[in-house]
């Protein structure tokens, strides 16, 4: 045997520049229990249906029958699933069919199935600014370079995106139009028909991610952007039962026009050839027998009163000068902080006093501003929060 040190070869191009997500690096971190946390976006798991999700994986496995869903299985998904968040999405406004819908391992799959469907490396993504980490990552690892477009409390201003449309040329633009991950924020109705209007105009694609739409605490539902005049062979809209079931089912879904459902298919093929069969058809037999509506409107009423908690406590925590949504629905709440403040720096001081945050940063494809940080209000009590609220006061000192 030689003894030579022989080097090995170098990791692939796509990986250069595109950094771990520091979220969930952070998320290691704080595996002390003292630590109370506002990093993470998770759910609230004591709000899981644990019995009526055990109920559904006993119903498929108990019979011969069963063993079907132990098997390899078509890689489009489960019919009677397909059919069931069809309707779900049909009566929340947006008409879809089973065929539709491309079953997918969370929405974070869709994401990666449309980067390689629809991104040659070089291709430009526009994106709201700032906007969700892990689609950041998906499109660098695809070779796309992303072009942030001015957005505000409102969401993407449709006149900056117009002109991004015109000196950039994107292929795609990525939208969380509502409650938007890091910030809260809700795309107006206007915006969205200029939006779905503009994108009809330069033959681009819409991706509109909505894991958070039916997590409403407050106002009358926005409609989705895939329900706007011109949106039909425009939008590729992705939903999950993540937030309203539980993350670890690892269930989404791809709804897209009918001239791409072939491409996200072969994407998928290539993937994972399905998503897991055993998973699809419990989640098919819950949505039967349960109300998930019911099981929804109960996780509203919790995370609404968190989400009060939370934002009560800020005029008392921030120092004068800072800002912060309040937002309808969802998970978040985006702070600035006034002067130069440096977010990342201060997460260490915060972590001192067993308190933790999401530093901005990251969440921004141009240059990001450090005075920023995410709130994550769903996954403590409102006595936790209040405590937690009180730490950050005393880091912010
Ligand atoms: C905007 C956005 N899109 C997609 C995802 C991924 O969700 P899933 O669990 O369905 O893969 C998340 C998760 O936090 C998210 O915030």
């Known amino acids: ?26 998320l290691a971190l704080l595996d002390r229990p003292e630590v109370i946390s506002f990093a993470g976006g998770l759910p609230a798991p004591e709000l899981f249906d644990l019995a009526g999700l055990r109920t559904a994986f006993d119903a498929v496995l108990s019979t011969d029958a069963g063993r079907r869903h132990l098997q390899y299985a078509p890689t489009e998904g489960n019919r009677d699933l397909r059919t069931l968040v069809a309707a779900r999405m049909t009566a929340a406004g947006l008409g879809t069919t089973a065929e539709d819908l491309l079953v997918t391992t969370g929405s974070q799959q869709a994401l990666t199935l449309i980067a390689t469907a629809l991104l040659d490396p070089g291709a430009v993504v526009a994106v709201e600014e700032p906007t969700y980490l892990a689609a950041l990552q998906t499109f660098a690892l695809a070779g796309a370079r992303v072009v942030p477009v001015r957005s505000d409390d409102d969401g993407i201003d449709p006149a900056a995106l117009a002109d991004v449309l015109v000196r950039e040329r994107p292929t795609l633009v990525y939208l969380v139009p509502t409650f938007a991950n890091p910030t809260g924020r809700t795309l107006p109705v206007e915006r969205r028909a200029a939006v779905a209007e503009l994108a009809a105009r330069h033959g681009v694609w819409v991706v509109e991610d909505d894991p958070y739409g039916e997590l409403r605490y407050r106002g009358a539902a926005v409609p989705p952007l895939a329900a706007q005049p011109g949106a039909e062979d425009r939008v590729l809209h992705l939903g999950s039962f993540s937030k309203v079931a539980a993350p670890g089912l690892r269930l989404g879904w791809l709804r897209a026009p009918a001239g791409l459902m072939r491409a996200l298919t072969v994407a998928k093929q290539a993937a994972d050839l399905h998503t897991s069969t055993i998973d699809q058809a419990a989640a098919a037999a819950y949505l039967a027998a349960v109300d998930l509506d019911g099981h929804v409107r109960g996780l509203c009423d919790a995370y609404r009163e968190r989400r009060d908690a939370m934002v009560g406590a800020l005029p008392g925590v921030l120092p004068a000068g800072s800002t912060w949504s309040d937002p309808d629905g969802g998970m978040f709440v985006w702070v600035r902080l006034p002067g130069d403040v440096d977010t990342t720096e201060l997460l260490r001081t915060a972590l001192a006093h067993d308190v933790a945050f999401v530093p901005g940063a990251p969440f921004f494809a ?8 995410r709130l994550s209000f769903t996954t403590n009590a409102p006595d936790r929060i209040a405590e937690g609220m009180a730490r950050l006061g005393r880091a912010l000192r």
């Open 1 to 26: 045997m030689s003894s030579a040190v022989v080097s090995t070869p170098p990791l692939a191009q796509r990986l250069r520049g595109v950094a771990g997500s520091p979220v969930r690096d952070l």
């Open 366 to 373: 141009g240059t990001p501003d450090r005075a920023t940080l």
